[in-house]
């Protein structure tokens, strides 16, 4: 049996439930506690990591434990016959997926979380109470007002890990919409990610471009929408969870309040990560660092800059 470490609605751990899923194996997920990270401290930390993170799996058939998304989709695939038919083809399309699935882990994987975050704290902050301390004190986080208050607590927190009051001055939104816009134009030329058949690269595409569907910028991009065709396609054969808790409410808070979109600006940005290696890439930053004074300001005006409440999408802002 393998047991799965996760955090529900990380879209890592999404990509290997998909995995798990698709390979028919036996398996059950365990939630962490997302500040202690307790489940975790009986396995040890791997070479590669500073830090404990899911999706992680133990197996208790062979008494392996494994952190990070793709060595566990290197391990699966290694031990599970079932799961070698998605990383299909000879020797060298192989390599080809593995370096696809770093690749997205780094590059679509990490902004996409950072941008899924920013829209989730501009239309409903309250969610990140009910994500982040739902068991924590008895549902105290959760009640009405109290849920708003920690909402935005966990709100800055999260912006100084991911740094999201940069996301603009950085161009990070465009970094990532020139990278899409490759990835599409491949996307309209065939339906596959990888080769010829379909495989853990197309999973993992679908799983990471899930917080890009609440971000109006991409998911309403006229030119990417072959890129969320290809989600929709996968996530309906292969798929039986439906939508994700932070999908669910921002279609709520739509229902009373406009969008949140974004002033459309021209930049020939690239995504800032070093090059890819066999592990991908991480961007979590300390939280307390003698900056962390600055956090209230660069909550409030750098993550906002740049962001317009319009209903509909316009020449300028979308
Ligand atoms: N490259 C890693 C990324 C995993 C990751 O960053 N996971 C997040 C959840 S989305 C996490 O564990 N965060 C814990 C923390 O920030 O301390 C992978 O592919 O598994």
Request: proline share 5%.
């Amino acid at each position: 049996m393998i047991t799965l470490y996760e955090l529900h609605w990380s879209h890592y751990c999404e990509k290997i439930r998909l995995a798990l899923s698709y390979a028919g194996l036996s398996w059950q997920t365990c939630d962490i506690h997302a500040f202690s990270k307790k489940e975790l401290l009986a396995f040890p930390l791997p070479r590669h990591l500073n830090k404990r993170t899911v999706p992680a799996i133990f197996d208790t058939e062979r008494g392996e434990f494994v952190m990070d998304s793709t060595p566990v989709l290197r391990y699966l695939c290694k031990h599970y016959p079932q799961v070698q038919a998605l990383y299909p083809g000879d020797f060298s399309n192989q390599q080809a997926i593995d370096a696809m699935l770093i690749e997205l882990d780094t590059k679509l994987g990490l902004l996409a979380r950072r941008f899924g975050y920013t829209q989730v704290i501009l239309e409903c902050p309250s969610l990140l109470s009910t994500l982040f301390l739902s068991r924590a004190a008895g549902g105290f986080f959760t009640l009405p007002g109290v849920r708003w208050v920690s909402g935005h607590i966990l709100g800055m927190l999260l912006c100084q890990r991911f740094a999201f009051h940069q996301s603009e001055s950085s161009h990070l939104y465009e970094a990532l919409e020139n990278y899409l816009l490759q990835l599409a134009r491949r996307l309209e030329a065939r339906t596959i990610v990888v080769g010829d058949t379909f495989s853990l690269a197309d999973l993992a595409l679908a799983a990471y471009l899930r917080p890009l569907s609440i971000v109006p910028f991409f998911y309403e991009h006229p030119q990417l929408q072959s890129l969320f065709a290809h989600q929709r396609a996968v996530l309906a054969k292969h798929s039986q969870e439906g939508l994700s808790a932070y999908q669910v409410a921002i279609a709520a808070a739509r229902q009373s309040r406009l969008p949140v979109r974004r002033r459309i600006r021209q930049s020939e940005a690239a995504l800032p990560f070093p090059d890819l290696g066999s592990h991908a890439h991480n961007d979590q930053r300390p939280v307390w660092t003698w900056q962390t004074w600055l956090l209230p300001y660069r909550y409030l005006f750098p993550m906002r800059s740049g962001k317009v409440r319009q209903a509909a999408a316009s020449q300028g802002v979308r």
